[in-house]
């Protein structure tokens, strides 16, 4: 079983990860990729507050030194700031370049407030917009961020990511929040990469149609908010939830209100029991439960710097028993 790493790994040690292949794509990536939502800034709808740059360009090359091979972007966030701010993390980094994910579908307006849309040509200047903010000319998986409850605009948009593809603009096309009757509607028109799901021991929803289908349709799974975006961490608590900002978007969550904080904090000291007896910190265990499921090819884990990146990142090969499973999902059921 790999042990945690040593805090003090210097931060030129590259921690090799083995990789799995992403659905019917060519992308071998980590188990593990960085998440970039956080790192958008304040400004817009489901911020997370004001963040540093700078430190935000350090936690992506921590979590790259770590052996970390994706990142996973959005237009949205941030509206375009988190793109510029990973292009910028890609021109001062020396090492092999990772792939790049974004999304479209959401825009915001200039009062930050988010809306939907996959028209073709909304989707098509999304597509341009990100290309130059990242600075690349190929996107390595181009993912519709949100479905929409229209199903001609959603075949639509689907339609232009396949399009968008033919013309090397994106090299894989994806699909996020969809379920499986969206999948198979847009599965009439192009084949399917990869769902982004939300999937944590808060939010199992998944688990009975969604999971089965992908697995069976070898469409890859990589999963966000693994660590139900801060609570299962182990440093998240009633004093910190308390104090977090109007602008951060987790104060407005009923996860994080009564009644249901006092049952996720409980869920946080059984997951921390489970990895003291190996060294491994509570949100490290939450990642290893959503990995332990065969659909899942990779998790997205956010760090806002680099002692965040050390410290969820570098162990992806924990894997836990069935009794661990077992003992934890007790405090989720």
């Known amino acids: 079983m790999t042990t945690l790493i040593d805090r003090a790994t210097p931060s ?3 921690i090799p990860m083995t990789t799995r292949r992403l659905g019917n794509s060519d992308l071998s990536i980590t188990p593990i990729g960085y998440g970039a939502w956080a790192i958008g800034g304040s400004g817009w709808e489901f911020a997370w507050g004001t963040q540093d740059d700078d430190k935000s360009i350090a936690a992506i090359h921590r979590a790259l030194e770590l052996g970390v091979n994706w990142i996973d972007t959005a237009a949205v966030y941030g509206l375009g700031h988190s793109e510029e ?6 021109q001062s980094w020396p090492g092999p370049r990772p792939y790049v994910f974004t999304k479209c579908g959401l825009k915001g307006d200039k009062q930050g407030n988010v809306h939907r849309s996959l028209r ?5 200047r999304e597509c341009e917009d990100s290309l130059r903010r990242l600075r690349v000319e190929t996107i390595d998986l181009y993912q519709i961020h949100w479905p929409v409850t229209d199903s001609n605009e959603l075949a639509d948009g689907w339609a232009t990511l396949a399009q968008l593809k033919r013309e090397g603009k994106v090299r894989w096309i994806g699909v996020s929040n969809f379920d499986v009757p969206q999948m198979r509607l847009v599965q009439q028109i192009a084949p399917i990469t990869s769902l982004q799901p939300p999937y944590s021991l808060i939010r199992r929803e998944i688990e009975q149609e969604v999971l089965p289908f992908c697995l069976e349709e070898n469409i890859g799974v990589i999963v966000y908010s693994p ?7 182990g440093a998240m ?8 900002p109007a602008d951060d978007w987790r104060s407005r969550d009923p996860e994080f209100q009564d009644p249901r904080l006092p ?3 409980d869920l946080v ?7 003291e007896r190996h060294r491994y910190l509570p949100g490290q265990v939450a990642i290893a439960w959503t990995l332990r499921h065969p659909a899942i090819t990779g998790a997205i884990v956010g760090a806002r710097n680099p002692k965040q990146a050390e410290q969820i990142m570098a162990a992806p090969g924990f894997r836990l028993t069935r ?5 934890i999902e007790g405090a989720a059921a």
């Open 263 to 265: 049952r996720n904090l």
């Open 269 to 275: 000291d059984r997951l921390r029991a489970v990895g």
């Open 85 to 90: 701010v990973v292009a910028r993390a890609l």
């Open 12 to 14: 030129s040690a590259r």
């Open 120 to 124: 073709s040509d909304s989707i098509r």
């Open 237 to 244: 608590t009633r004093e910190r939830v308390a104090t977090l």
């Open 227 to 233: 660590m139900a975006s801060g609570l299962l961490t």
């Open 323 to 327: 009794q661990e499973i077992s003992e």
